[in-house]
């Protein structure tokens, strides 16, 4: 299974800024090419233009239910992945040509090889998020926002070690206060 950080990987909404900072007449336009029917699939291109000519076009595919944010919103994420695609045909790629989007779906695609330690991994968080919910460290409704945060991000074996090490990151950090 490939090991990758997704904080290598640039989000889209960061190429849109740099897009529009440096192109005043840029647009992003998006087409559904195939919509919600029977197999429940999305499928868009996105547009990039300067002006009025097209520079750049990027295509992007997501299954509803695949993963905890096409449970509710592979439209969205479809779209979202085709803009970064689009922008990254158009050189706005960061150091990675992928964007964290697109990370997130090969990791939320990923099966875990041991689903025990995958499962070990999990209480291992649950315990960490009961044990703050007991010394004080997190109140009832942080520590429901944590556990629905980390069923989001733990969908796969590495996802299951990203999420445990942003949760050991964030209380470590001894904020005031623990944001999900």
């Not at 969908?155 to 964030?170: Q, S, W």
């Amino acid at each position: 299974m490939p090991q990758f950080n997704l904080d290598d990987y640039e989000p889209v909404d960061a190429r849109i800024k740099k897009f529009y900072a440096d192109h005043e007449d840029g647009r992003i336009l998006t087409e559904l090419v195939e919509g919600y029917d029977a197999t429940q699939v999305a499928v868009f291109k996105a547009y990039i233009y300067l002006g009025e000519i097209n520079v750049s076009t990027g295509y992007a595919m997501e299954k509803m239910g695949e993963g905890f944010v096409n449970k509710t919103s592979h439209l969205e994420n479809s779209e979202t992945s085709a803009i970064g695609r689009a922008l990254a045909n158009f050189n706005y790629s960061g150091d990675k040509r992928p964007s964290r989007e697109e990370m997130e779906k090969v990791q939320r695609q990923e099966k875990p090889k041991n689903e025990e330690e995958a499962k070990t991994i999990h209480d291992d968080c649950m315990k960490l998020l009961q044990d703050k919910l007991m010394d004080g460290a997190l109140n009832q409704d942080e520590y429901d926002k944590a556990v629905q945060w980390l069923d989001g991000h733990a969908m796969t074996m590495n996802g299951m070690g990203v999420a445990k090490k942003k949760l050991e990151e964030r209380f470590a950090a001894k904020e005031e206060e623990v944001v999900f």
